[in-house]
C-alpha cells in the first residue's frame, strides 16, 4: 500500500532525526548538514543490502572522530533496541497511541523521551572529543597515576607541537641575509627590462628571544619539571633557543644532555643523578652558581624560567641576592611554583618572599592548562 | 570508467587491487565517492591509509595527484609557484622589444610560467582526479584553514592572473597521524574514518594475499606475536608495512616456523627503535610464551 509506505517512512525518519538527537546529547556534532548527509547516503544504498550496510551509512556520515566511531556501535544498539520496545509496548498497551504515563512500568513514549533527553548528567562524563583533554587539561600533574603518565607525555607533545607550529611558520621580509624573495625581485625588477638591480630578501620569520629554564628536580618538584622542560623542548624544534638547568642541593647545565634523541630517558637519569646528593633543595646555593657561572647568557631578549616551591633550607640572603642580579640582567623572570595551583596557596615559605620583587610573572605550571597559558605569554 | 559505482562493486574493486577491507571502510569509501565528499581517515602509521586513496585512484582509473604535507608547507608549495628564471630569461629576450611593461606583464604571469602545484593540478586537471592530502596534520593550523577554503570553492586566486574555477572536482582523501588534533571545522568537511591496526584474522588474510608462498604456521604465528607485540608500550608500534616486510623476509628464506634466535636477528625489520628491539628482545621468552611458540632448547 503506498498510504502505508509513506507511513513507514515518515517513522523511519524521525527515528533517524531521534537518533541524530540521541547522538547529539552524547556530544557528537550533528547539525542539518550532517543529516541531509546522512539521509542521502541512505538514499544512495536504498534498498537496504543489510541491516548492518545501514548501520554502517550511519556510521559513516555522522561519525567525526576516532572516539566518536568508537562509541557508535553501542549508542546504536542501545537506541534501536530501547525504540523497539518502545514501539511493541505501544501496540500492547496503547492502541490509541495515547501514552498513560501513570499506569505502565513498561517503557512508553515519555519514558523513551526521558531516556532521550534526561539523563544527560549521569553520561556526560564520557562524551565529546575534546572534553576529555579540558579534564585533562585541569588535572594536577600529580594526580596522574603510573599508566596514565605515558599518556600524558604523548597529549603534552601534540599540544606543544601545534602551539610551537602556530608560532613560527611564516616569512618575514628582510634586507640582510640570505634567502632571496623571488617573487618580489622580480615584480620590483619588472620596469628595468629584467635586471636584477634590486635584490629583495627573505628568512623565515625568526623569534630570538632565548628562554633560560631552571628547574627544581628535588622529589616534590621533579615531575612538575620533567613536564615543563618536555612542553618546552617541543618548542625548541621549531626555533626558540632554549638553555636549560637543574638544580636540587647543586646547579647542572643539561642544555646539550637534552639535545639528544632519548629526551625522556636522558631527563629521567639526570634528575636521578642530581638528587643522589640529596640532602634537602638549596635553592639560593644553585642560583648563586648560575649567577656566577652562567650569567652572560642573560640579556634583555632573555626569559627566565624558575620552576620550584621556594623551600630552602640554605641562607635566603644568597637567594635574594641572586634573584635580584637576575632580575636586573633578564628581559623577564617568570617563576613557576605549582603549589600555587591550589587555590588557599599563599606564598607564605621565606624563599618565596624573598624572590617574589624580582618576579615579572608568578604562575602555576601544574597541569596542562597552565603549560598552555605560559606557552602563550612567551609567544 | 564507474561513476556509480554500487556497494558491492567497490568492495570487489578493493579486493581485486589487494586491499583487504572490513565493511566500515568499504562502506565510507562508497558513500565518499557517491557523495563527492572528502574522506578524512586517521589512525596509526603502517595501517595503509594512504593505501586507500592509491586503490581509489586505480579503480576509478584516474589520476592520483598527492601532496604531502609537513611542517612549514605554504601556499607556494601546495598551490603554485611562478617559474622565475623562466620569467628573467623571457625579459631578457625582450630587452630589445618595444612592448610595454603592461605588455611584458602580461607575458611573464601567463600560463606558460605557471608552476601548478598539487592543488592547482588537481582541480584543473581534465578528468576528476583523486587528491591525496598526506598527513594533514603535519602541516601548521593556518595550512589546514587555507585548505579548508580550498575545499568549499573549489576555485584558486592568483594575484597576477585572477581566479581559476575547478574544472572537475576531485575526489579527497585526507589522512591524518593524529600528531595534533584536527579543527572541528576540516572534521565536519569530511567524512570520516579511523583504521585501527588490523585484528589477527585480518592480518593473516592480508599475509596471505601479499605472500602467497609463506608457510601456513609461519604466517599464523607472525601475525599472534605482532598482535602481542602491539600490545607492549613501544615507542614506535608496527604496523601492517612491518609484518609484510618480515613476513616476506622469512618467506624468502623458507622458513617454516619461528625460533628465539631467528626472530632476535630479524627484529630490526620489525621494530625501527633501538629501544624498541632492546625492549622486545629482553622479553622475547614471555612472547613466545604468549604466542605459543616453543624455543629451542639450547
Same mark, same amino acid.
Given at each position: 500500500?503506498?498510504?502505508?509506505?509513506?507511513?513507514?517512512?515518515?517513522?523511519?525518519?524521525?527515528?533517524?532525526?531521534?537518533?541524530?538527537?540521541?547522538?547529539?546529547?552524547?556530544?557528537?556534532?550533528?547539525?542539518?548538514?550532517?543529516?541531509?548527509?546522512?539521509?542521502?547516503?541512505?538514499?544512495?544504498?536504498?534498498?537496504?543490502?543489510?541491516?548492518?550496510?545501514?548501520?554502517?551509512?550511519?556510521?559513516?556520515?555522522?561519525?567525526?572522530?576516532?572516539?566518536?566511531?568508537?562509541?557508535?556501535?553501542?549508542?546504536?544498539?542501545?537506541?534501536?533496541?530501547?525504540?523497539?520496545?518502545?514501539?511493541?509496548?505501544?501496540?500492547?498497551?496503547?492502541?490509541?497511541?495515547?501514552?498513560?504515563?501513570?499506569?505502565?512500568?513498561?517503557?512508553?513514549?515519555?519514558?523513551?523521551?526521558?531516556?532521550?533527553?534526561?539523563?544527560?548528567?549521569?553520561?556526560?562524563?564520557?562524551?565529546?572529543?575534546?572534553?576529555?583533554?579540558?579534564?585533562?587539561?585541569?588535572?594536577?600533574?600529580?594526580?596522574?597515576?603510573?599508566?596514565?603518565?605515558?599518556?600524558?607525555?604523548?597529549?603534552?607533545?601534540?599540544?606543544?607541537?601545534?602551539?610551537?607550529?602556530?608560532?613560527?611558520?611564516?616569512?618575514?621580509?628582510?634586507?640582510?641575509?640570505?634567502?632571496?624573495?623571488?617573487?618580489?625581485?622580480?615584480?620590483?625588477?619588472?620596469?628595468?627590462?629584467?635586471?636584477?638591480?634590486?635584490?629583495?630578501?627573505?628568512?623565515?620569520?625568526?623569534?630570538?628571544?632565548?628562554?633560560?629554564?631552571?628547574?627544581?628536580?628535588?622529589?616534590?618538584?621533579?615531575?612538575?619539571?620533567?613536564?615543563?622542560?618536555?612542553?618546552?623542548?617541543?618548542?625548541? *624544534?621549531? @626555533?626558540? +633557543?632554549? %638553555?636549560?638547568?637543574?638544580?636540587?642541593? =647543586? $646547579?647542572?647545565?643539561?642544555?646539550?644532555?637534552?639535545? /639528544?634523541?632519548?629526551?625522556?630517558?636522558?631527563?629521567?637519569?639526570?634528575?636521578?643523578?642530581?638528587?643522589?646528593?640529596?640532602?634537602?633543595?638549596?635553592?639560593?646555593?644553585?642560583?648563586?652558581?648560575?649567577?656566577?657561572?652562567?650569567?652572560?647568557?642573560?640579556?634583555?631578549?632573555?626569559?627566565?624560567?624558575?620552576?620550584?616551591?621556594?623551600?630552602?633550607?640554605?641562607?635566603?640572603?644568597?637567594?635574594?641576592?641572586?634573584?635580584?642580579?637576575?632580575?636586573?640582567?633578564?628581559?623577564?623572570?617568570?617563576?613557576?611554583?605549582?603549589?600555587?595551583? *591550589?587555590? @588557599?596557596? +599563599?606564598? %607564605?615559605?621565606?624563599?618565596?618572599?624573598? =624572590? $617574589?620583587?624580582?618576579?615579572?610573572?608568578?604562575?602555576? /605550571?601544574?597541569?596542562?592548562?597552565?603549560?598552555?597559558?605560559?606557552?602563550?605569554?612567551?609567544? | 570508467?564507474?561513476?556509480?559505482?554500487?556497494?558491492?562493486?567497490?568492495?570487489?574493486?578493493?579486493?581485486?587491487?589487494?586491499?583487504?577491507?572490513?565493511?566500515?571502510?568499504?562502506?565510507?569509501?562508497?558513500?565518499?565517492?557517491?557523495?563527492?565528499?572528502?574522506?578524512?581517515?586517521?589512525?596509526?602509521?603502517?595501517?595503509?591509509?594512504?593505501?586507500?586513496?592509491?586503490?581509489?585512484?586505480?579503480?576509478?582509473?584516474?589520476?592520483?595527484?598527492?601532496?604531502?604535507?609537513?611542517?612549514?608547507?605554504?601556499?607556494?608549495?601546495?598551490?603554485?609557484?611562478?617559474?622565475?628564471?623562466?620569467?628573467?630569461?623571457?625579459?631578457?629576450?625582450?630587452?630589445?622589444?618595444?612592448?610595454?611593461?603592461?605588455?611584458?606583464?602580461?607575458?611573464?604571469?601567463?600560463?606558460?610560467?605557471?608552476?601548478?602545484?598539487?592543488?592547482?593540478?588537481?582541480?584543473?586537471?581534465?578528468?576528476?582526479?583523486?587528491?591525496?592530502?598526506?598527513?594533514?596534520?603535519?602541516?601548521?593550523?593556518?595550512?589546514?584553514?587555507?585548505?579548508?577554503?580550498?575545499?568549499?570553492?573549489?576555485?584558486?586566486?592568483?594575484?597576477?592572473?585572477?581566479?581559476?574555477?575547478?574544472?572537475?572536482?576531485?575526489?579527497?582523501?585526507?589522512?591524518?597521524?593524529?600528531?595534533?588534533?584536527?579543527?572541528?571545522?576540516?572534521?565536519?568537511?569530511?567524512?570520516?574514518?579511523?583504521?585501527?591496526?588490523?585484528?589477527?584474522?585480518?592480518?593473516?588474510?592480508?599475509?596471505?594475499?601479499?605472500?602467497?608462498?609463506?608457510?601456513?604456521?609461519?604466517?599464523?604465528?607472525?601475525?599472534?606475536?605482532?598482535?602481542?607485540?602491539?600490545?607492549?608500550?613501544?615507542?614506535?608500534?608496527?604496523?601492517?608495512?612491518?609484518?609484510?616486510?618480515?613476513?616476506?623476509?622469512?618467506?624468502?628464506?623458507?622458513?617454516?616456523?619461528?625460533?628465539?634466535?631467528?626472530?632476535?636477528?630479524?627484529?630490526?625489520?620489525?621494530?625501527?627503535?633501538?629501544?624498541?628491539?632492546?625492549?622486545?628482545?629482553?622479553?622475547?621468552?614471555?612472547?613466545?610464551?604468549?604466542?605459543?611458540?616453543?624455543?629451542?632448547?639450547?
Amino acid at each position: 500500500m503506498p498510504k502505508e509506505t509513506i507511513k513507514r517512512r515518515t517513522d523511519l525518519s524521525s527515528n533517524l532525526l531521534g537518533f541524530c538527537r540521541y547522538l547529539r546529547s552524547k556530544g557528537f556534532t550533528i547539525g542539518p548538514a550532517e543529516i541531509s548527509l546522512m539521509l542521502e547516503a541512505l538514499d544512495r544504498i536504498a534498498p537496504f543490502e543489510t541491516p548492518e550496510a545501514f548501520k554502517e551509512s550511519l556510521a559513516a556520515t555522522l561519525c567525526r572522530s576516532r572516539r566518536q566511531q568508537e562509541m557508535f556501535g553501542e549508542l546504536y544498539d542501545k537506541y534501536w533496541k530501547e525504540l523497539d520496545k518502545a514501539v511493541n509496548s505501544k501496540r500492547i498497551d496503547h492502541p490509541e497511541e495515547k501514552p498513560q504515563p501513570s499506569q505502565s512500568k513498561k517503557p512508553s513514549i515519555q519514558q523513551i523521551k526521558n531516556w532521550l533527553y534526561g539523563n544527560k548528567e549521569e553520561e556526560i562524563t564520557d562524551i565529546a572529543t575534546y572534553s576529555a583533554q579540558q579534564t585533562l587539561g585541569q588535572r594536577d600533574f600529580a594526580s596522574f597515576s603510573e599508566e596514565e603518565l605515558g599518556e600524558l607525555w604523548r597529549v603534552i607533545q601534540q599540544i606543544a607541537r601545534s602551539m610551537a607550529m602556530q608560532a613560527n611558520r611564516r616569512w618575514e621580509k628582510t634586507h640582510r641575509q640570505k634567502q632571496i624573495d623571488l617573487r618580489n625581485t622580480v615584480r620590483q625588477n619588472l620596469r628595468r627590462g629584467g635586471e636584477l638591480l634590486d635584490i629583495r630578501f627573505r628568512r623565515p620569520k625568526r623569534n630570538r628571544h632565548k628562554l633560560v629554564v631552571i628547574c627544581d628536580v628535588s622529589k616534590s618538584m621533579d615531575l612538575y619539571s620533567q613536564f615543563l622542560l618536555q612542553f618546552l623542548y617541543t618548542f625548541q *624544534n621549531v @626555533d626558540k +633557543k632554549i %638553555e636549560s638547568f637543574i638544580f636540587s642541593t =647543586s $646547579l647542572q647545565r643539561v642544555t646539550h644532555a637534552l639535545k /639528544g634523541y632519548q629526551f625522556k630517558e636522558s631527563l629521567q637519569r639526570l634528575s636521578q643523578e642530581v638528587n643522589t646528593w640529596s640532602g634537602g633543595t638549596r635553592i639560593g646555593y644553585s642560583l648563586q652558581q648560575f649567577v656566577q657561572g652562567y650569567s652572560r647568557l642573560l640579556n634583555k631578549r632573555t626569559t627566565v624560567i624558575i620552576l620550584s616551591d621556594g623551600w630552602d633550607i640554605g641562607d635566603t640572603n644568597i637567594l635574594e641576592k641572586s634573584m635580584r642580579k637576575i632580575h636586573g640582567k633578564a628581559g623577564r623572570v617568570i617563576w613557576l611554583n605549582p603549589l600555587a595551583g *591550589n587555590p @588557599d596557596f +599563599k606564598p %607564605e615559605v621565606k624563599g618565596m618572599q624573598v =624572590s $617574589l620583587p624580582f618576579i615579572d610573572i608568578f604562575t602555576s /605550571g601544574h597541569n596542562i592548562d597552565s603549560l598552555k597559558a605560559l606557552a602563550r605569554k612567551l609567544k | 570508467m564507474l561513476s556509480h559505482p554500487s556497494l558491492d562493486k567497490v568492495r570487489e574493486m578493493l579486493a581485486l587491487q589487494g586491499y583487504i577491507t572490513e565493511p566500515s571502510i568499504v562502506m565510507s569509501v562508497f558513500l565518499a565517492m557517491e557523495l563527492k565528499k572528502p574522506l578524512l581517515i586517521e589512525g596509526p602509521a603502517g595501517v595503509g591509509k594512504t593505501e586507500i586513496a592509491k586503490v581509489m585512484a586505480s579503480a576509478l582509473e584516474t589520476e592520483l595527484i598527492r601532496l604531502q604535507c609537513y611542517e612549514g608547507l605554504d601556499a607556494t608549495h601546495a598551490l603554485y609557484e611562478w617559474n622565475y628564471q623562466q620569467q628573467l630569461l623571457q625579459l631578457k629576450l625582450e630587452e630589445k622589444s618595444e612592448k610595454s611593461l603592461k605588455e611584458k606583464e602580461k607575458t611573464i604571469f601567463s600560463d606558460r610560467f605557471l608552476l601548478k602545484r598539487p592543488l592547482l593540478q588537481a582541480i584543473t586537471h581534465d578528468q576528476s582526479p583523486v587528491l591525496l592530502i598526506d598527513e594533514i596534520d603535519r602541516a601548521d593550523e593556518e595550512f589546514e584553514s587555507f585548505l579548508l577554503e580550498v575545499l568549499s570553492d573549489w576555485q584558486i586566486t592568483i594575484p597576477e592572473m585572477g581566479t581559476i574555477k575547478a574544472t572537475h572536482i576531485p575526489q579527497v582523501i585526507v589522512t591524518s597521524n593524529r600528531v595534533r588534533e584536527l579543527s572541528e571545522a576540516l572534521r565536519r568537511r569530511c567524512m570520516y574514518l579511523w583504521i585501527d591496526y588490523p585484528d589477527f584474522d585480518k592480518e593473516l588474510q592480508i599475509i596471505r594475499a601479499k605472500t602467497p608462498n609463506i608457510d601456513e604456521r609461519l604466517a599464523e604465528q607472525i601475525c599472534k606475536f605482532m598482535q602481542e607485540v602491539r600490545t607492549m608500550r613501544l615507542e614506535k608500534v608496527p604496523g601492517i608495512a612491518e609484518t609484510l616486510d618480515w613476513a616476506q623476509a622469512l618467506a624468502a628464506l623458507h622458513i617454516d616456523h619461528l625460533e628465539k634466535d631467528l626472530v632476535e636477528s630479524t627484529l630490526g625489520i620489525v621494530l625501527k627503535d633501538w629501544t624498541d628491539i632492546r625492549e622486545v628482545s629482553t622479553s622475547l621468552s614471555e612472547l613466545f610464551e604468549k604466542v605459543g611458540v616453543i624455543s629451542k632448547i639450547e
